[in-house]
């Protein structure tokens, strides 16, 4: 009678409606504040001429020149288009070159004896000191700022990945080859899962740095981009469009953060929500 009756019970639960979540995601509205308040010190700076101001354009100023000359310029949106396509060309590159040679330099040691000097070496050379040796080496100037991209983010993957492999405790795979696992099974459970922290660590500092690298790239060499249409601006003596390419840069780059916190969030799944 009784399990009846618990039976009876859980059937009526398991049929009803699950009720979903629906809840907007909540707005930031500090901020937002933050960014008005910016925007309203940099007007009052500039109204004022305060040192340091009297050359700058206001946020009015800005905001004009871009509705009235960028709004609706192709140009400015195909700028847009390059700088982010040389981003994600080296960015992806240096993950799928980087991660492998970081977890090799990490298992292998005569390969890490071999190798490693090396990368010590060339990932203390700043990424724009590659700039010179890259446009006489590649064909394209679009094929040397992509390098110099890949450079800026390639470095950083390998140490992460290779510190990540080298910190694990060896007990962990004594663990795992004495309850009987094989090679494959210890990479999968136990040398991927410890990785991924630190390969999400360096894709978050390897697309910042990545944007720094390509924007200067661009300034020296490139024909278009975020970064040339800055320069430009720079050389014409006109502060609109340089605020104009520098805010449109800080966009940019905030798009790809989102990007990559997105794919951490997928990648680690355990972890709450920033």
Do not use: C
């Not at 101001?53 to 905001?63: D, G, N, Q, T």
């Not at 890259?134 to 991209?149: G, M, N, Q, Y």
């Not at 320069?231 to 469009?241: A, K, L, M, R």
Request: proline share 5%.
């Amino acid at each position: 009678m009784m399990k009846a009756a618990e039976e009876s019970m859980k059937a009526s639960i398991a049929d009803r409606p699950v009720k979903r979540s629906r809840r907007l995601p909540k707005m930031n509205w500090r901020g937002a504040l933050a960014v008005a308040a910016f925007f309203l010190a940099w007007h009052l700076l500039v109204l004022l001429k305060a040192p340091g101001f009297r050359e700058v354009a206001s946020p009015v100023e800005v905001l004009h020149t871009f509705l009235t000359q960028y709004m609706g310029n192709p140009k400015y949106w195909n700028s847009w288009v390059a700088s982010f396509k040389r981003v994600i060309y080296g960015f992806v590159l240096a993950q799928v070159l980087g991660i492998p040679l970081g977890l090799l330099l990490g298992t292998r040691e005569t390969f890490h004896n071999l190798v490693y000097p090396v990368i010590e070496i060339l990932r203390l050379i700043p990424p724009l000191a590659w700039v010179p040796i890259s446009i006489l080496f590649w064909p394209t100037t679009e094929l040397s700022i992509i390098f110099i991209t890949f450079i800026g983010a390639f470095f950083i993957i390998v140490i992460n990945v290779h510190d990540a492999v080298r910190n694990i405790k060896k007990e962990h795979y004594w663990l795992a080859l004495s309850l009987g696992a094989n090679g494959s099974q210890v990479f999968r459970r136990i040398m991927i899962p410890s990785v991924i922290p630190s390969i999400a660590v360096g894709m978050t500092l390897g697309m910042a740095v990545t944007w720094n690298v390509v924007i200067a790239a661009e300034m020296i060499a490139g024909d278009n981009g975020l970064g040339r249409l800055t320069w430009e601006g720079y050389v014409s003596h006109t502060v609109t469009v340089v605020i104009i390419g520098m805010i449109s840069i800080g966009l940019a780059g905030y798009l790809s953060t989102i990007g990559v916190d997105y794919l951490e969030k997928k990648m680690m799944p355990w972890r709450s929500t920033r």
